[in-house]
């Protein structure tokens, strides 16, 4: 290998100047594609940033995983960058905030939905952002369809956090997320885990970030952030609380030298690993991409958790899949590995009922594409519902979803079902 070779592959393999390389504006994807690249492309990528929800940020680490030849099919690509040509209009059932976490905050920055578990969200920033962000109301910058909804310092709710922590003994299960907690300084990162950790009532402390599938060189290069992991991890293995690094990969072709050197590393340095993926539509959305997926996450000792069937997010209805797919791609799952290492399907119910088994319905009904869900644990007076995509349809039946009194009527007839069937086991 040359030494300007191998200048630019050290380069490439340090977190620090994946970040300052980031390619945030069209005309920087543009030099990434090639001066030949076809102009209207460009435009329906522009136009596709004009209607998203999400700021564009990608990694070079990302972009070079793009099959650059089958652009509007790549898997990577369709998690990332949104082009024009596919936006679907939402499901009319669409709202901003469709899980409610705001409405089950009782503290600015922390999210109390389970009696026993709470949502740490200590940073409105990630490496990357995903089209398909269920916080796409407050993560990362404006954009020009949605004005997000800032927080205020994290260090301004931090002492505010840990009062309500401290105060709340029944809460022994804190996930610490946002944004992504990649993008905490290392001093931060130690900061929250050890306050935590101060807290006896606190059992289990999870870190989720999708990192170390969009830059995993950041394990292996930035030694001082993963110290920090490493050191909370190890203090509370010694106070008897399970710490855990909780993943996000959505396709096999995620795992690359640079991922399977930085799980390696945090296995070897005590981490425990679990994966969550979304369902996605011409991302993983095929039994055999999500056996493949499961294997390789399996060989890294990541354990596959969940699946989500992704939420109601606008500009993304393309991207759904329906109840009906979710269950048959978890039963072809079934058995062709350890439990332990099949992940769950579930539906992360929109208006606040937290998750349910996708197989879990009250009442299903193909035709309309409406599930119904009972939270019992959570919420036990209400009923859920999750809309398959229209587009998973047929033509009378989105017909329906878009006349406002035959939706009332869809809506009411399924809960109306949903309660018969409640009533009767």
Same mark, same amino acid.
């Given at each position: ?10 380069? $490439? ?69 949104? *082009? ?85 003994? *029944? ?73 855990? $690094? ?55 000792? *990541? ?41 769950? $399907? ?80």
């Amino acid at each position: 290998m040359s030494r300007i070779a191998h200048e630019m592959r050290h380069e $490439f393999a340090d977190a620090a100047w994946q970040e300052r390389h980031a390619v945030t504006r069209v005309d920087q994807l543009r030099e990434w594609m090639g001066v030949d690249t076809d102009g209207s492309l460009m435009r329906d990528i522009q136009l596709g940033l004009a209607r998203a929800p999400m700021a564009m940020r990608i990694t070079p680490y990302l972009l070079n995983l793009i099959d650059w030849s089958n652009f509007l099919q790549d898997p990577i690509r369709k998690q990332f960058i949104p *082009v024009g040509s596919e936006i679907l209009p939402s499901h009319p059932l669409l709202k901003m905030d469709s899980l409610h976490e705001r409405e089950s905050s009782p503290v600015d920055g922390l999210v109390h939905r389970y009696q026993d578990k709470a949502l740490l969200l200590a940073t409105d920033r990630c490496p990357v952002y995903c089209r398909f962000c269920t916080r796409s109301y407050s993560v990362g910058l404006d954009t020009q369809s949605v004005s997000k909804k800032r927080a205020s310092p994290f260090q301004m709710r931090w002492d505010t956090i840990l009062a309500y922590l401290r105060a709340t003994p *029944v809460i022994v299960d804190v996930v610490v997320s946002g944004g992504d907690c990649f993008r905490l300084k290392p001093s931060r990162l130690l900061a929250v885990g050890m306050g935590l950790l101060s807290i006896p009532s606190i059992r289990r402390i999870r870190f989720a970030t999708k990192g170390l599938a969009v830059l995993p060189m950041k394990v292996t290069s930035d030694h001082e952030w993963t110290d920090a992991l490493v050191n909370i991890s190890d203090a509370g293995r010694n106070q008897g609380v399970e710490i855990s $690094f909780h993943t996000h990969f959505n396709h096999p072709g995620e795992i690359t030298d640079y991922t399977i050197a930085a799980a390696e590393l945090l296995f070897k340095r005590g981490i425990r690993m679990r994966n969550q993926s979304v369902l996605l539509a011409g991302v993983n959305d095929d039994p055999e991409v999500m056996k493949q997926l499961v294997k390789k996450l399996s060989d890294l000792d *990541v354990q596959p958790y969940y699946v989500y069937t992704c939420d109601l997010v606008d500009g993304i209805e393309h991207m759904r899949c329906s109840v009906r797919l979710a269950c048959q791609i978890e039963k072809a799952l079934r058995g062709i590995t350890a439990g332990y290492n099949t992940p769950l $399907f579930v539906v992360d119910t929109p208006g606040g009922g937290g998750k349910r088994d996708v197989h879990s319905f009250e009442h299903y009904d193909r035709q309309t594409g409406l599930a119904v869900y009972q939270a019992p644990s959570v919420r036990p007076d209400q009923l859920f519902t999750y809309p398959d995509p229209l587009q998973s349809l047929s033509p009378d039946a989105q017909a329906a979803w878009l006349d406002p009194q035959r939706a009332k009527r869809i809506l009411s007839d399924a809960v109306e079902a949903a309660r018969v069937k409640s009533m009767a086991v």
